[in-house]
């Protein structure tokens, strides 16, 4: 099994074109390619708590901020930053309300590097459990703009999270301007048995290129999106939706949709990703392929430069390596590696961000995703590796 040397990180499979670094990354390309945080909120300040976060007047209910081992006991034991009973998160008690109760809590003032910039995504853990609870919508408001955004993130009703913090994300659709509020926005309870919860609030924005600038975009909802199997490989991957066959290893539901809630009996079941079955038959070191569609860069400058971004996880005790390269001699730099397990085993069901650029030096070129089978004793494998977006 050939090891990793690991070369840039950071977001989803996407390939952009980022024309030049002059025209596009003004600033280090590093920093361009981490999408830097322009927000986080954890709810855990000793100066401001509530980290700029406020109730909006006018509604009948009001968030709360709540030490999760505090007596009363409150629904979730720990907050999702520190993972512990001392931690601090957001609560909305069902049974503090009636029916047709609203509550909407609003972020600080969120600046964009870029009067032009498009991207920003926001990441956050949940909690969303009860009958009456009504629905959580997440949107945007421009200052100096009355009127909300298009709703970026929505969930309806009791989420069957069972007292535990499940991730959140979603992109933002926000306006022109460069500053911006975000919303959280619960209507429509039916009465009091239930509770939402929010904690550990980040938003990333990319500067330079927008999604204008996009040439390839799979997520695998309906079918492998161009993407093929390698005929020579080993064995092929998978399309599933929630969890994968070994409860042991893999993620728990894909990373478009995310956490779906209790529509069926199984987890994530609205979205899908594609990952490696690293059970029999298959054998340590045993190596499946996907191939994309090609690529074709808008500009034959020797200048251009891409990049692949893509989410994964790697969780499992046998998990081997995952290898994300461009295929097509003419392509430089581009290499992405991991060896071992990826995911802290307290959030199985994270994804992780993935990203490295390359120079196609104006020639149309194919992405090679690599994936092989860790060692498991007695013919035992739990090292399922998934790929999405």
């Known amino acids: 099994m050939a090891l990793c040397s690991a070369r840039h990180q950071a977001q989803a499979v996407i390939v952009w074109t980022l024309c030049s670094i002059l025209a596009c990354c003004p600033a280090a390309l590093d920093a361009y390619l981490a999408c830097p945080q322009v927000s986080r909120v954890t709810f855990e300040s000793s100066t401001d708590a509530w980290g700029g976060y406020s109730n909006e007047a006018g509604n009948s209910l009001n968030w709360t901020l709540v030490e999760a081992g505090s007596t009363p006991a409150n629904p979730i034991a720990i907050d999702a930053t520190y993972r512990n009973a001392s931690g601090h998160y957001l609560l909305l008690a069902?049974?503090?309300?009636?029916?047709?109760?609203?509550?909407?809590?609003?972020?600080?003032?969120?600046?964009?590097?870029?009067?032009?910039?498009?991207?920003?995504?926001?990441?956050?853990?949940?909690?969303?459990?009860?009958?009456?609870?009504?629905?959580?919508?997440?949107?945007?408001?421009?200052?100096?703009?009355?009127?909300?955004?298009?709703?970026?993130?929505?969930?309806?009703g009791d989420q069957c999270t069972s007292s535990s913090w499940y991730p959140g994300h979603a992109k933002l659709h926000h306006g022109t301007e460069q500053q911006f509020k975000v919303y959280f926005e619960v209507t429509g309870t039916t009465g009091t048995s239930g509770y939402i919860a929010i904690d550990s609030v980040d938003i990333n924005c990319c500067?330079?290129?927008?999604?204008?600038?996009?040439?390839?975009?799979?997520?695998?909802?309906?079918?492998?999106?161009?993407?093929?199997?390698?005929?020579?490989?080993?064995?092929?991957?998978?399309?599933?939706?929630g969890s994968s066959s070994n409860a042991m290893t893999g993620p728990l539901f894909d990373h478009t949709v995310g956490y779906s809630g209790c529509a069926s009996s199984t987890l994530g079941t609205a979205g899908y990703y594609v990952y490696i079955e690293s059970s029999l038959p298959q054998r340590e070191n045993d190596t499946a392929v996907l191939i994309s569609p090609t690529i074709i860069p808008p500009s034959t400058s020797t200048a251009s430069v891409c990049f692949v971004s893509f989410w994964y996880n790697m969780f499992g005790r046998s998990i081997g390596s995952l290898r994300i390269s461009t295929n097509t001699t003419s392509a430089q730099d581009g290499e992405w590696c991991r060896h071992r397990q990826q995911q802290n085993p307290t959030y199985q069901s994270n994804w992780n961000k993935g990203l490295f650029w390359l120079r196609p030096n104006g020639s149309p070129f194919e992405v090679s995703i690599s994936a092989d089978v860790g060692g498991g004793g007695g013919g035992v494998f739990s090292g399922d590796i998934a790929i999405d977006d």
């Open 207 to 241: 500067s330079g290129c927008s999604s204008s600038g996009r040439l390839s975009l799979a997520t695998f909802t309906s079918g492998f999106d161009g993407y093929r199997q390698l005929a020579t490989d080993d064995f092929d991957w998978t399309r599933q939706t």
């Open 94 to 156: 069902g049974t503090n309300g009636t029916a047709n109760s609203s509550a909407v809590i609003s972020s600080p003032v969120v600046t964009v590097p870029s009067k032009f910039q498009e991207d920003c995504y926001i990441t956050f853990s949940f909690g969303m459990e009860g009958s009456d609870i009504g629905i959580l919508n997440i949107f945007t408001m421009d200052i100096g703009n009355a009127t909300p955004s298009t709703i970026s993130w929505s969930r309806t």
